[in-house]
């Protein structure tokens, strides 16, 4: 299953802006977003749509 989770990058590494679980050695996909990208998607009305335009976007 994919989750979601927004970061940021602060002093060369990525930060969650929300807690999560994760167990050590989780792998991580990690897709850097424009500043256009990030304002389309923050601007989307659900997580589920910002699921589907990230997977989208990916292919």
């Given at each position: 299953?994919?989750?979601?989770?927004?970061?940021?990058?602060?002093?060369?590494?990525?930060?969650?802006?929300?807690?999560?679980?994760?167990?050590?050695?989780?792998?991580?996909l990690v897709?850097?977003?424009?500043?256009?990208?990030?304002?389309?998607?923050a601007s989307?009305?659900?997580?589920?749509?910002?699921?589907?335009?990230?997977?989208?976007?990916?292919?």
């Amino acid at each position: 299953m994919l989750k979601t989770f927004w970061a940021t990058v602060r002093q060369g590494k990525i930060e969650l802006l929300e807690l999560a679980k994760l167990p050590e050695g989780t792998k991580v996909l990690v897709t850097l977003l424009s500043d256009d990208e990030t304002d389309i998607l923050a601007s989307s009305q659900s997580k589920s749509d910002l699921s589907v335009m990230l997977m989208a976007h990916c292919y």
